[in-house]
Each structure stands twice: as C-alpha cells, then as structure tokens.
C-alpha cells in the first residue's frame, strides 16, 4: 500500500498548524541551543529520535517534547513530518530564526541550500545522519556511561553534544557535485556523481563519499541505464576516480588536490543488505583487482565503532554547563541587555514589521490610506542592528 496519502495528510495538519500557532519570543538561554542549531546548519535536518540522543540524553521525554515545541513557534526550528512502516515521525530543521541566529554565530551566510527535504526523502536523509549523529554522540555516550545517570540540575543544560569536530569534516549541502566526463564511442559525454554526503578524516587522509542507501534500489543489473543499482555507482565512482583528462590526472585528483585516498561507503539499514552488497562489492573487485577507489557497505553503528576512536582521539571529558546564575547582571552605566533579552526584542520587533508590512500591502492593493509606522520605529532598528554588530562571535 502506497504512503503518499498518509504523508499527504500529514504535510496538510504540519501546515494547519503552524498557521495556527502564533509567534513566540523563545529565549536561547544555554549552549545547548547553541550546538542544537549549529548542528542543524551542518546536518540539513535530523529526526526528533537523533535530536534527543545528542542534546537531551536520559531526559524526560514530555519535557523534551515541549522544548522543541517552544522553539518551533519561536522560528528557530521547522518541524517536518513523513510516513515510514512505523507510522508517523518527526524531524527538525532550522526555521527562519534559527538561520538568523546560525549566522550571527558562526558568521555565514546561510541563504543558500535551507530548502526543506520533502517527506518522500526523509527516511534516506535520517539514515545517512546516523553516522554523524552516532559520531556526534559517542564522546557523549561514553562520558554519560562512565559518569553512570544523568545527573539531575537545578539550572544549565545539563550533558549534550557538542557541534564541533576537529577530528573530520561532515557535508551534506554545497559544492557537492563532482562533473566529469567519460569516453563513449569515441566521444565525451558529460557526467555528474552527486553523494548524498562527503565525510573527510583529515589525520588518516581519507575521503569518504556516502550514499545512502535504504534498499529502495538493485545492487546489481543488466541495465546500464539503471544508475541506482549500486554496482553501476561503483563503476561510476570508479570511472570518476581513474580516468581523467588527461596527462595522467584523474578527474578525482584534478578536484581534491590533497592527495587524500578516495572511499565510497554505502551505508545501509540492515546486516542482511549490508552483506549482500558487500557479496556484489567482492565480485566486482575480481574483475578489477588494481581499482583506484575503495569501496564497502556498512550499517551506522558498526561504522561509528570504527571511526569514533580515530575522529575523537586525545578528547579532552565532556562538561556539562554550569548552572543558571540566579542574580541578574549589574549594570556599570546605564542598562544591561543580554544577548537573548535582545533576541526577544528583535523577533517581536519582526513580527510587528510583518504584520504592518501585509497591513500596508493590502491598503495599497485597495485604494486605501497606508498605516503609519508607530513613532520610534526607526531608532528600535538602529538598536536592533547595533546589538547584531556587537553580538559575540
């Protein structure tokens, strides 16, 4: 039975309510909602399940719920919604704040790639991100295992993950493209490898292209056209990496100039297809004994126990925050703002504009006298925009 009604309905009630729900000024009062959106800008999206594992591990999950919710109505996340063969799940990606507040903290610009994943690719998306979230949380995994319980706090955040990763690179979105071209019948035909994500692990010089692969597609075929079927990727990654134009370059390192070894993972759902794609892998590798790329299948778990103790040698033991300082700030001269105060002031600033926006669009398309702007209007942006610049980097 197909699930597109059931994800149709679903995208349906997802948009109900959100017209429904209005607006809130939601505080980011700790470094966990710093890392939880940092984490979104590197991995597109991430399920509710993978949210909770790296940022609220052991928590109550009703309280969990109702964070997320908050920062939902806030605009720092987006919810997004999708059928699998378990019923109804949940993923997070950045809403327009949440995009405001990535960039004034990482000093990006973000306007590029924030489309959402439609509901028919989201199962593919959440199984690539189990190897970043199993790699996110493994320091924090054996930090918690070693500490015994989540310890309960009267303020902070409490233990969680953190975005940051010395140890590899992770892209999902970008210059993800890899063009090449290849010789048929004595001509050049252009050609393109898109992975579904590029790993990088600087101190073993590997690079490592990522397909997702949930067993929707063969893994082999007669049918060249079928470019799913994973030997066909094989053949093409192997193409990429071997043949060139010329003078003894391949069209590989003629993009990656750091000499890194080229792997490609397919990273799937089971051990059953994991080993029959590793079967299909061994017979490929028989026809061509000298080939130029690496390449294997694996699930994220055995995966992450593989990588985890290179990516995160010599980590220094997770801390949680400290907890919230009752006493409020004392001012030297004049008044003190904190940086969420000024993000409370600045998102109900925007909806305000928002509203008198639509307000004097609707005037104008009728005929009619424009609202006026409320007095102060001008030296509240020039306030706003002095906060943005004086924001901590």
């Known amino acids: 039975m197909s699930n597109e009604p059931k994800t149709a309905n679903v995208e349906k009630r997802v948009v109900a309510a959100k ?60 919810r997004l919604a999708w059928y699998d063969r378990d019923g109804e799940n949940l993923a997070y990606g950045l809403g327009p704040r949440g995009v405001r507040e990535a960039e004034l903290w990482l000093s990006v610009d973000l306007d590029a790639a924030r489309e959402d994943i439609t509901p028919a690719f989201l199962d593919h998306h959440v199984l690539l991100s189990e190897l970043y979230v199993g790699l996110l949380a493994a320091p924090l995994e054996a930090q918690l295992a070693k500490d015994g319980a989540v310890p309960k706090r009267a303020g902070g955040a409490g233990p969680h993950a953190r975005a940051a990763h010395p140890g590899f690179t992770w892209k999902v979105i970008g210059e993800m493209d890899m063009p090449w071209k290849q010789a048929v019948g004595g001509a050049l035909e252009a050609r393109l490898l898109r992975p579904d994500a590029v790993m990088v692990v600087p101190s073993q010089k590997r690079r490592i292209f990522i397909e997702s692969e949930t067993g929707s597609h063969t893994i082999t075929t007669s049918n060249a056209q079928r470019l799913g079927a994973t030997v066909n990727k094989i053949e093409r990654y192997e193409a990429y990496c071997s043949t060139g134009p010329g003078k003894g370059v391949s069209w590989y390192a003629e993009r990656y100039t750091d000499g890194y070894r080229p792997e490609v993972l397919f990273l799937v759902p089971t051990p059953l297809r994991r080993d029959n794609v590793m079967e299909a892998i061994a017979a490929w590798k028989l026809k061509h004994p000298r080939a130029a790329c690496t390449f294997r299948s694996a699930v994220a778990v055995d995966e992450v126990k593989a990588l985890a103790p290179v990516v995160w040698a010599n980590l220094p033991p997770m801390k949680a925050d400290p907890p919230k300082s009752a006493e409020a700030p004392k001012p030297l001269n004049g008044y003190v703002v904190s940086m969420d105060e000024a993000a409370a002031i600045r998102t109900f600033y925007e909806s305000v504009a928002k509203d008198i926006n639509q307000r004097k669009g609707r005037a104008k398309a009728l005929g009619e006298p424009e609202p006026a702007w409320p007095a102060g209007s001008n030296r509240v942006n020039a306030l706003l925009a002095r906060f943005t610049a004086e924001r901590p980097k």
Do not use: H, M, Y
Not at 34 to 39: A, D, N, R
Not at 56 to 68: D, S
């Open 19 to 78: 017209a429904a729900a209005k607006p809130v000024a939601v505080e980011l009062s700790s470094s966990r909602d710093k890392e939880l959106v940092t984490c979104l800008v590197e991995a597109r999206c991430l399920s509710r399940d993978q949210l909770i594992r790296l940022f609220w591990p052991g928590r109550n999950l009703a309280g969990v719920r109702k964070r997320l919710s908050e920062l939902v109505r806030g605009d720092v996340l987006k």
